[in-house]
């Protein structure tokens, strides 16, 4: 049991850290152009030029390519109208149609974003060569930003994906093996035995516990030198801090496990209910979506979700170097949460039945 | 400092599994619970190790109270459940090591007591709990109840699923535990080991039929009792059932044991009945009640 404990996740982390990315690439590009000039033939090279798109082919109507999509073989389709070139010399400006497969739809609005860069950075090559000729006198205000990405300068997913995983990692093992635990002791009859035994609650409790919460530990440390040996994620905090934060939100997962474990008599019925937790954990703990873009609502119960603080701490520790002061909301959020949950656990637990 | 029942009730959502049972038990007595599965035996059991509550009545062990003073009876009581409750990872020594610390003592200390019963396990002291045959297990399970030195102890179905052999060596076993001053409260589906217990009660559908020492409930079996035996089992207790003035029958071994309801019964009457049947090879000839015999007349 315990290999399986340790190196199932431990693969999790290295598949899902390379596999889990927000970049959208390979999107395959078709376009329908009308009017075959030399200013649009330059814009369709300029998406060749892209990393982010293949330029498969031309198509030479709406239908056609409205066809494609349907098919599943193109997924951004850009038609320019006629008399593009004409046009944007009268009357300097024009719109284009572009058309997204939106079946996915944060695909869609990566791919939407990496098309406005583009013709927004063609629409300025253009804007000089249009001026030189016509009115050289006319200097166009341009306002250009410059993103500076501060703790993760080059974008790098991973760099805010492996914290986030290995916190995952952390809670599900942890979770499911307290949760699964006292309801195997019910099912195949120890618990009976032990309860007639003259044990405190407190002494069977930490001693069901503890041996989970080491696992844990273990995990993190391992997922730890897995990060910085593989994804070489920077590590600008204290361990130490990191390792504080673990060790009480660790009880946190063991206070709700335990707690499954009570009011469940087969294991079948502890693991859907941490199953069901579990799934709510993650997709409401900003690992994946933002949850400021949630509703007000949803924003209120990620109060209430214990991995929000940790994926937290765990990237600001990491990537920003906070220290104690910075991550103490969390820090005492997630202690408050793990006396209310043990204390809850403790009493739901009766040595009677 | 036995075992005091009063007037216990326990009910399940709509079944009755204890109905008003009260008994004692004597220091140093070794008393059997006897009745058939459902009678409520393990639900008695589970009331007075303080795993359930009753829902009326009171009861005491090693004057307790099962209620106010349960962390008191947890430290002077072993129990063993009748489905086997140890660690199934842990080695043989192991268990008996944890159950030893749990109740903050030490294999050592104890170790007379259980020296007998242990001493035939001890050469498999490395091996899983898990892998242990049917009589280790409960030769195991037994050694871990008794490691505290309890003042009572409780065996819940101890021999159900044992071979004979082994049954034999386990009562044994109690027999030497009571010499060394354990009350020892047994229940047992089986009837003949009821003969081995100091007293017994018979119980069934929650409620106590008799409580008494073994030979003096079948001393006071009503009627006389017929061993009858012929060459075809099935038409012969077909055959009995029909006659006119049967009280009981029911098959025993290679028997079927026959009480008649007159008083005036004279064999010879039914062997020309059976033989008009035609049945051959019939005996008929006057049995001693044994428990059971008592049981079924007490509970039919």
Known sequence: MLPIIFILPLLQLVILSNAATFEVKNIKFGYIDNDRSATSRALIEKFGASTYFNVLQAYPTQIRAGAAMLRGEVDVVMEIPQQFARDLQTEQHHTLGVTINAIDGAAAGVENVYISQIVQSYNQSIIIDLSQISDAQIQPVMIETIPLFWYNETLNYKTFMVPGILVLLVTMITLFLSGMNIVREKEIGTLEQINVTPIKKSQFIIGKLFPFWAIGMALLSIGLIIAKLIFNIPMLGSLLLLYLYTSIYILVVLGIGLFISNFTDTQQQAMFIAWFFMVIFILMSGLFTPIESMPKWAQLMTEFNPIKYYVEVMRMVMLKGSGFLDILPQLIKTLVYAILMNGLAVWSYKKTT | ?300
């Open chain 2, 1 to 300: 400092m036995g075992i005091s029942v009063t007037n216990i009730s326990k009910s399940y959502k709509n079944a009755k599994a204890l109905q008003d049972i009260s008994f004692e038990v004597k220091p140093n007595e070794l008393f059997g619970i006897i009745g058939p599965d459902g009678a409520g035996k393990t639900t008695l059991f589970r009331i007075l190790t303080t795993l359930l509550f009753p829902d009326q009545g009171t009861a005491t062990v090693a004057g307790f109270d099962v209620v106010k003073d349960y962390k008191k009876i947890r430290n002077s009581v072993g129990y063993m459940p009748g489905k086997f409750s140890l660690y199934h990872d842990l080695t043989v020594e192991e268990n008996l090591n944890f159950f030893a610390t749990i109740f903050g003592t030490t294999i050592e200390e104890n170790y007379n007591l259980i020296k007998d019963i242990y001493i035939q396990i001890e050469p498999f002291k490395d091996r899983r709990a898990g892998k242990l045959s049917g009589g280790m297990k409960q030769k195991l399970a037994l050694s871990c109840a008794l490691i505290h030195k309890p003042k009572v102890l409780f065996l819940d179905e101890p021999t159900t699923g044992v071979d004979p052999v082994s049954r034999k060596e386990f009562w044994e076993m109690l027999k030497r535990l009571q010499q060394k001053g354990i009350t020892i409260l047994v229940s047992t589906p089986y009837m003949d080991e009821a003969a081995l217990c100091d007293r017994v009660a018979l119980i069934q559908d929650g409620k106590i039929l008799q409580i008494d020492t073994p030979e003096a409930i079948v001393k006071h079996y009503p009627t006389s009792l017929y061993n009858v035996r012929s060459t075809n089992m099935y038409q012969l207790i077909t055959s009995l059932k029909t006659y006119e003035h049967h009280h009981s029958v029911y098959p025993f071994g290679e028997f079927v044991h026959y009480t008649d309801t007159r008083s005036d019964f004279n064999p010879e009457d039914l062997k020309v009945y059976l033989e008009s049947k035609t049945l051959s090879d019939i005996q008929i000839e006057r049995t001693e009640a044994t428990i059971e015999d008592s049981f079924m007349e007490l509970s039919t």
